[in-house]
């Protein structure tokens, strides 16, 4: 495995909001303080599943400064700075720089795609503009190769400040392909959470992901054990957790609300249309039996 800095469990954190969309930086507070006392290794900020390309400028800005003031050096913190122009992207990313953080991430263009050299550019201006770390991402699934992962590489790798990559990818196989034809030189994370502990397999040096807010503590003990050879755990916890995250994926936005409230008392709202659209309300006792089922698998009860 790489030998990185860097690693282990970060979660993708949830920006709680209030019921009209603003941040609500009370719960925010909340949330980040419950993940340094669950003793996590690293925030991965406004990243969450899309959430953070629904606030403003000015928001984002103020939510990575809140997070930084409230890590406090407890913990390593990556700013995902994606944006609908690379322009902000770039604002964006040297605004959190000035705050602080560890290193930056961003996803490629949204809209406006045109294949993996428009990617790369994009990619080269952000990187260009900060001299800290450098986190883009791979999102697996289509043809971001290009038809030649080599290449693709090769060209990820003479982005200014590269660092690693954040592999948002279902395919063992292309995170394999990822860490081999880097030879070593990029810190990878796995960005599917229903396969944290079978990417550590493949060469990442750690997990970003959602659920890990919901149930960080859980997951970075599965995934040390699992490390450690404990095959047993590994396998009976992934094959459960893969359940639970299929079962709850169509109402995923009201399953977090409902959850965070009950397992940790963190009111995370419901996020900025569109994200959540359409999503049914959970029985209580549906979530609470979920979350007993994680704490019995993992043999954890919290405190």
């Not at 050096?73 to 605004?95: D, F, H, K, Y």
């Not at 699934?141 to 660092?163: K, M």
């Not at 063992?172 to 990029?186: A, F, G, P, T």
Request: glycine residues 10%.
């Amino acid at each position: 495995m790489t030998h990185s800095p860097i690693g282990g469990l970060w979660p993708a954190l949830f920006t709680p909001v209030d019921q009209n969309g603003n941040p609500d930086f009370q719960q925010l507070e909340k949330i980040v303080e419950l993940c340094i006392k669950q003793k996590l290794d690293g925030l991965y900020v406004l990243g969450s599943t899309g959430q953070g390309f629904l606030f403003s400028e000015k928001q984002r800005m103020d939510i990575t400064q809140t997070v930084m003031e409230t890590v406090n050096g407890a913990m390593p913190v990556i700013a995902q700075v994606g944006a609908l122009n690379t322009r902000e992207s770039i604002r964006l990313a040297q605004a959190a720089q000035e705050q602080g953080v560890y290193g930056i991430s961003t996803v490629g263009p949204i809209y406006y795609q045109s294949g993996v050299r428009n990617a790369l550019e994009h990619y080269k201006a952000i990187g260009s503009s900060i001299d800290i770390p450098f986190f883009p991402y791979h999102i697996g699934n289509h043809s971001v190769f290009g038809g030649d992962a080599r290449h693709y590489i090769e060209q990820i790798l003479t982005l200014p400040n590269i660092a690693g990559m954040k592999l948002t990818t279902q395919n063992l196989y292309e995170v394999s392909l990822i860490h081999i034809l880097s030879q070593d030189k990029l810190v990878l994370f796995s960005g599917a959470d229903e396969l944290f502990c079978q990417a550590t397999l493949c060469g990442t040096v750690g997990a970003i992901g959602s659920f890990f807010n919901l149930w960080g503590e859980e997951c970075k003990f599965v995934r040390e054990e699992f490390i450690k050879g404990n095959f047993e755990l590994g396998n009976r916890f992934m094959l459960t957790f893969q359940e639970i995250i299929h079962d709850v994926l169509p109402n995923i936005w009201s399953f977090f609300h409902q959850a965070m409230l009950l397992k940790h008392d963190i009111n995370i709202g419901l996020p900025n249309p569109p994200l959540g659209m359409g999503n049914g309300e959970w029985n209580e006792k549906d979530v609470l039996e979920i979350c007993d089922r994680i704490s019995a698998v993992t043999g954890l009860v919290s405190n």
